[in-house]
């Protein structure tokens, strides 16, 4: 029987929602150079594909996160799949900007979020975390409980690991990089020579060149 991960993994590579190019790396917007590229936006153009994630972000936190009061998605993302989950759960939806707006209200937080509400946070992926966690922290300073975050898809590093511990936010993904290099294998998406560079990455994306 095919795993959520693998399941997901497959989906995202078959619309390239995930690319994999280790002999012609991509620039982050942080300056890191990387062998991966993923690009969740792609999910809301079809149809079958944004349904599968919907309907599987929503399983996952009736299961782990049962007293639920409310959905959070992170900008921008993260929007599109917040308010999806939001709408097949029955919940109320705010968003979390990365900044607050520069004028009107100013706000970090869009939409109405009850002080006390117990919060899920939705992301479409992890990095290092730091900006998911920000979005916590705004939950949080605005009154509000964060039981625990979802997302589409991590890249597992280490560091991301430790600031969640540190943040005690639960995180529950679809997918990781393990998954989707084992798929990316099987489909022949990528050749076993470009493991090792794959994996290599991941240990120091940092410094990686």
Not at 17 to 44: E, H
Not at 89 to 112: A, C, M, Q, W
Not at 175 to 185: C, K, V, W
């Amino acid at each position: 029987m095919d795993t959520l991960e693998k399941l997901t993994a497959e989906k995202l590579l078959s619309i390239r929602a995930i690319k994999l190019q280790p002999s012609n790396p991509f620039t982050w917007a942080s300056g890191w150079k990387s062998p991966i590229y993923c690009d969740n936006r792609k999910l809301i153009s079809y149809p079958r594909i944004r349904t599968f994630i919907k309907t599987e972000l929503s399983r996952l936190i009736l299961e782990n996160f049962q007293e639920v009061d409310a959905i959070a998605g992170v900008a921008t993302g993260a929007i599109a799949p917040g308010a999806l989950v939001a709408d097949a759960l029955g919940l109320p939806f705010v968003y979390i900007r990365s900044t607050p707006k520069d004028h009107g209200l100013e706000n970090l937080i869009e939409g109405e979020l009850k002080p006390g509400s117990k919060v899920v946070v939705v992301e479409d992926l992890v990095s290092t975390g730091k900006s998911s966690l920000k979005a916590v922290e705004a939950v949080r300073r605005d009154g509000s409980e964060v039981i625990g975050m979802v997302a589409n898809f991590t890249y597992d590093f280490p560091v991301a690991t430790e600031n969640f511990k540190q943040a005690d936010v639960k995180l529950i993904t679809l997918t990781n990089y393990d998954a989707i290099l084992a798929e990316a294998l099987r489909t022949e998406y990528i050749a076993e020579s470009d493991l090792e560079t794959l994996q290599e990455w991941r240990k120091a994306p940092a410094d990686w060149k």
